[in-house]
């Protein structure tokens, strides 16, 4: 049985970044099979992003470079940046293909990208763990070209488990700082940094940081969510824009 997480103390980019190193070399897949988790994240940013061959991504903190290794035969060049220089080592030890290359940078400042230098950003997993969402969306923005893609998986404000816990005073939060982005809240965000929104959701379920039994009712619940269009059953939430 899976405990809940218990939040780790931050109020700094220093805390995030050490929390993110210490992760780095046993960084591996807790929510389900790897394969099957990918393949479904790599279909909704392969939908929305629409990847072509000469394209350059940008994947904004990047983690151990798993998405844009999945995506380096179909790209014609993929960046990866992290706050975490020890995500960045293992990054660069996975990576085989030429066209990869991995750095550590801030996504709030991108200061090693030119501004319209990319043709799509990708950015999963990291929103939440950004102390300055608005000014990371705003990097973003100016570093796309006139038509470039953005797409974010993050978590789901309203998803009603959260909600629950909240009211319960259980924790979710892996680090203290995480924030969830309600869906009115991120098409706020991508509004004013300057990409034209689009919000909609993705398949997630935190079965790794549940007890088995409330992660297979999340799963059941996540689906008919998806069959019915309630938003609050989608543990997901997916944000995409392109330059105004």
Known sequence: MSPLPTPTPAT??????????????????????????LAHRLAVLDRHAQ????????????GPGTHLRALADRIGRGIGIDLSPEMVSTARRRATHPVLSFR??????LASVPSDSVDAVICVGVLEHTLRPAQALRQVARVLRPSGRFVALTLNGHYWWYRLA??????????ATDRRFAPPQARHLLRESGLAPDVGF????PGGDLPAPL?????????????????SLRGGLRL????C
């Open 12 to 37: 700094t980019k220093d805390d995030v970044r050490a929390f993110f190193d210490d992760l780095a070399a046993d960084y591996a897949e807790r929510h389900g099979s790897a394969e099957a988790l």
């Open 51 to 62: 990847f072509a061959p000469s394209d350059t991504v940008l994947d904004v903190g990047c």
């Open 215 to 231: 992660s297979a009712v999340c799963r059941a619940l996540d689906a008919l969510g998806r069959r019915l269009a309630v938003a």
């Open 202 to 205: 993705w398949r997630f379920v």
């Open 104 to 109: 550590v940078d801030d996504a709030e400042t």
């Open 166 to 175: 909240d009211r319960l005073g259980l924790q979710t939060r892996h680090i």
């Open 240 to 243: 995409s824009g392109r330059p």
